[in-house]
């Protein structure tokens, strides 16, 4: 039997490190975000006047501001971020508790602004990588806040160890029921879950908008408002007063571990993936495809529904108007970024997190607007969805096998 | 005279397989050079580097002598090569001539596209090749043959001179096989040239003028159809001595295990597919459906594996009545298929081998436990099966959409024949294997009946129907004509049946006594 399986004179260990290296995705996701920040910088030195005005000095006075510019951009956007590393080298030499933890901040609050993105994204990315594509997680998050918040504050007398599991469940419960109905009906009559769940949405706003107003409004407030959720339902802080992170956090980890271990462990997991591969297999093979995309639509759903309790049992312990500001939508694209691995997703969710932390300093400091990280966002998002831009700029190797890329339904669901 | 196209030294290496092995490689102005190699030598892959797909690590190409560096398919396109994939790449909805216009678009004054100067130029192009096309047609109207020759002018038009077809008669009914060994003649007597891959020895006799046989990514030599016979192209393909045919023992059909009654289709155009059959299989027997593509098999089989719910009628698996059933109750009876559209139905091309090889048993011990899978269970039986089905593949993770068509055609086989099964639906078990596949699959096919399995054997292949069949059923227009027992089958019979002619009994005996006196 002639066996490929040895090759005589195979090249050396190293030289197929490089050329798989050059030719892989993750190599093209890193140069993507390198890229997108280089132009970013451009931009910002670009659209500044006093770029403008040094080079009518000179050129070179003009390439130095621009450079400055950039810098300045950047450096804040990074302390925004992750904090001022000279401010905590002093304030832990200071020793005073308030003080380090005001410096320290920034990098907590960035994992709080993490937080709902990895739940967002792990909705998004399961609905793709079931050949679904879930529009409706902003809707989703919508409801789950307000379940959540219901189960936060008209239970009472509960021990905290009860209680938060219980309102986080009633935040997936709401967001599953969301994603259940445009599930149940792409199954059941081949309606598109794109427009359902765009649907869905508006719903989900005006539904919460008549909520807050009608029988969920506090009514010791003039505002619409929810009563506040019972101190038992509060998701745990960490830390004392100024660093908002709490145990949301580590709870969204959690989960992004056990997606990953349902959809690449389980025979659920197996099926589902069937499912999104290739339909008409899946058929063949016995599964049920129409319990798959119920079940899938209904998952998503679900961690969508935990990225609003996460809000509302977490930071704002009540539910107000237009609470979140498109987390849902955000998702999407994060999860495209994430390769829709839940792994990825989290790496993304972090990049998201840290940037938009870090925007408001940015803002706030060099008088950048915060819409520069979405320019930067979307660069981003273009060179993964167009690898082959990255691949001829930096001259890598063309992949040997189609690059993955997402299948959706087609109109008419089958 | 340089050669219109030389190939020197062309190596390509994909993880853990070396693909093609410093190929050398020439082609003359005017001829039909026939590439033959057992699954998985690289002839796929190295037809991939010629047109840009893939690029090669090490060697050169040369056209008339000149040296040319192929990155793109545009590249191999300006360098007048073209190609026939086995999976065509036309859009149903539009017409032909706006197939062929795609990306080579001829446009007026005003930015408007010129469909009829794109036209006279195709049914130029038709006329001088007999190509017979209709430039006005829907793509998504017209048969597979017809769709071919949509694809050929597709490369006429952007002016190749190098042909290459990888398997195009592989989904072609047998007439429509002649048709275009007759267009490729023509092609030729023009001055084109054309690479041509087949796995059907006959066909590279038929009509090749030069046969290059490559095997583990190495050329093991060349010859023409007057120097070789078929049996030393299937040697010099596999390495070793292949049997063409295979010994037939005598069946002995025990209880029935497929009964069909009174059976109706609906294809998806809601045309009635499957019109009032009836049959059954037995314990230890092979039933053959021959007849043309098209003509209802497809549905049949369909129905008969949940895939498609019949309109009225019975179909009893063991007793077990199932038409209404899903796929996952009739495999559980003890049913296994193998089915016709490999990439489309049969495997999940995004997973690797070993997940592929557990598609439809998942969910059994010892593949999983409760809910988590046993991913060591899992690649040891992969392993096994790999090793047992002669899968070429570096692992068994590696994706199926690696493997080469035969190789994953395997992956399928292997998976079915490996449960404990009764009855096997078996839809064109052999398609794009080579001669030594289909001889290892026939034996397992023979040694399933033998074990009393009962085999329901659906194939275009009149001679593997004849060969392994023990009553043969033709199917035309959804009905079927006649069952016949193989003994009295033969080639001109069925052929007559399966152009929708019932012969009388004299002819039928008639036609046996000649073949009988044939073969003394
Ligand atoms: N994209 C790829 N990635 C990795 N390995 C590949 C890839 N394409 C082909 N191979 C491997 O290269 C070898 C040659 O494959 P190729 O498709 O050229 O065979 P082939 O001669 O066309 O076979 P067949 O007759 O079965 O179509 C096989 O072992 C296959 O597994
Ligand atoms: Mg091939």
């Known amino acids: 039997m002639e066996n490929q ?335 829709n691995h839940p792994l990825g997703v989290v790496l993304s969710a972090l990049l998201f997190g840290f940037l938009r932390n870090g925007s408001r300093q940015m803002q706030l400091k060099s008088g950048v607007p915060i819409d520069i990280v979405s320019i930067l966002q979307a660069l981003i998002l273009t060179f993964i969805a167009a690898p082959a831009i990255i691949r001829s700029i930096y001259r890598l190797k063309k992949p040997d096998h189609e690059e993955e890329t997402i299948k959706v339904g087609s109109w008419g669901g089958n | 005279m340089a050669p219109l196209l030389e190939l020197r030294g062309i190596t390509k290496r994909f993880p853990g397989v070396l693909a093609n092995d410093h190929i050398d490689l020439t082609l003359e102005k005017g001829e039909i050079h026939a590439l033959l190699g057992e699954n998985g030598a690289g002839k796929t892959t190295l037809m991939n580097i010629l047109y840009g797909l893939y690029s090669q690590d090490e060697g050169d190409i040369f056209v008339n002598g000149n040296k040319v560096t192929i990155n793109e398919p545009t590249d191999a396109i300006k360098a007048g090569i073209g190609m026939v994939h086995q999976h065509f790449m036309l859009i149903p909805v539009f017409t032909v001539t706006e197939n062929i216009m795609l990306g080579e678009e001829y446009v007026k004054a005003g930015g408007f596209l010129d469909r009829k100067k794109a036209a006279a130029k195709i049914t130029e192009i038709s006329d001088k090749y007999n190509l017979n096309v209709n430039p006005d047609a829907y793509v998504r109207d017209l048969p597979v043959g017809t769709q071919q020759r949509v694809e050929i002018i597709k490369i006429l038009f952007r002016e190749a001179e190098i042909l290459i077809m990888d398997e ?158 899903k796929p996952r109750f009739i495999t559980e009876l003890g049913s296994a298929h193998i089915p016709e559209d490999r990439q489309k139905d049969g495997l999940i091309l995004a997973f690797p081998v070993a997940d592929n090889l557990i598609l439809n048993t998942y969910f059994h011990e010892p593949f999983s436990k409760g809910i988590t899978l046993q991913f060591d269970e899992i690649a040891n039986s992969g392993n096994a099966l790999v090793e047992k089905f002669d899968i070429r593949t570096p692992s068994v993770n590696t994706p199926v959409s690696n493997l080469s068509g035969g190789n994953q055609q395997k992956v399928i086989v292997a998976r079915e024949f490996s449960r404990p099964i009764k009855l096997l639906i078996a839809s064109q078990p052999t398609r794009g294997l080579d001669v030594g596949s289909i001889e290892y699959i026939h034996k397992r096919l023979m040694a399933k009946r033998e074990e009393g399995c009962a085999i329901l054997l659906v194939s275009t292949e009149l001679d593997e129907i004849i060969q392994l069949s023990d009553r043969i059923a033709v199917m035309y227009r959804g009905k079927i004509l006649d069952i016949l027992d193989a003994q009295d089958a033969t080639k001109e019979v069925l052929g007559l049946l399966m152009a929708g002619i019932k012969p009388s009994d004299e002819m039928k005996s008639q036609a046996k006594h000649e073949e009988q006196i044939i073969l003394t």
């Open chain 2, 168 to 325: 195009p008669s592989a989904v072609l009914t047998p007439q429509e096989v002649d048709e275009l060994f007759k267009i490729m003649r023509v092609l030729v007597d023009q001055g084109k040239s054309i690479i041509f891959i087949t796995h059907k020895l006959r066909e590279v006799m038929e009509c090749a003028d030069r046969i290059t046989v490559i095997r583990g990514g190495k050329v093991i030599g060349s010859t023409t159809p007057k120097e070789a016979d078929t049996k030393k192209l299937a040697t010099m393909m596999v390495g070793r001595d292949v049997q063409l045919k295979i010994k037939k023992t005598k069946s002995d059909p025990k209880e029935t295990v497929l009964n069909v009654e009174n059976l109706r289709v609906m294809n998806s155009q809601q045309h009635l597919a499957v019109d009032d059959i009836s049959f059954n299989v037995r314990a230890g027997e092979v039933l053959g459906i021959a007849g043309v593509q098209g003509n209802g098999q497809t549905e049949l089989v369909r129905a008969l594996t949940g895939l498609l719910p019949p309109t009225e009628g019975k179909i009893e698996i063991l007793g077990q009545d199932t038409p209404q059933e």
């Open chain 1, 5 to 339: 399986k040895q090759t005589q004179n195979k090249p050396s260990g190293i030289a197929v490190f490089f050329d798989e290296l050059s030719k892989s995705s993750g190599m093209v996701t890193f140069l993507a975000i390198l890229t997108g920040i280089l132009i970013a910088g451009l931009l910002v030195a670009l659209t500044t006047v006093e770029v403008y005005d040094a080079f009518s000095i000179s050129f070179w006075s003009g390439i130095k501001e621009a450079l400055r510019t950039a810098w300045n951009t950047y450096s804040s956007l990074f302390i925004g971020a992750f904090g001022d590393p000279k401010k905590i080298a002093a304030a832990f030499q200071g020793g005073d508790g308030l003080e380090i933890r005001r410096a320290i901040n920034p990098f907590f609050e960035s994992l709080v602004q993490t937080t709902p993105f990895i739940f967002g994204g792990l909705s998004v990315a399961l609905g793709f990588r079931v050949g679904l594509f879930n529009i409706g997680a902003e809707g989703q998050l919508f409801i789950g806040a307000m379940t959540s918040v219901y189960a936060g504050y008209a239970i009472t007398g509960l021990p905290a160890y009860i209680h938060i599991p219980l309102a986080l469940l009633a935040g997936a419960a709401g967001g599953a029921a969301w994603g259940f109905v445009p599930g149940y009906l792409k199954a059941k009559t081949g309606a598109h879950e794109v427009i359902i769940t765009i649907m869905m949405n508006y719903i989900a706003f005006k539904l919460s908008d008549f909520m807050l107003r009608g029988p969920m409004k506090d009514p010791n407030e003039y505002t619409p408002k929810t009563p506040w959720i019972q101190e038992s339902a509060q998701l745990t802080r960490l830390f004392p007063d100024t660093i908002r992170f709490h145990i949301g956090f580590f709870i969204a980890l959690g989960v992004a571990y056990f997606v990953y271990w349902l959809l690449f462990k389980t025979t659920w997991g197996f099926e589902l993936r069937t499912v999104g591969s290739n339909p008409n297999g899946a058929r063949y093979a016995g599964i049920n495809t129409t319990k798959a995309t119920v079940v899938a639509m209904s998952l998503a759903g679900s961690l969508a529904g935990l990225a609003g309790a996460n809000e509302v049992l977490g930071l704002n312990y009540r539910l107000v108007p237009s609470f979140t500001s498109g987390y849902g939508f955000d998702s999407i694209a994060l999860a495209l970024l994430g390769k």
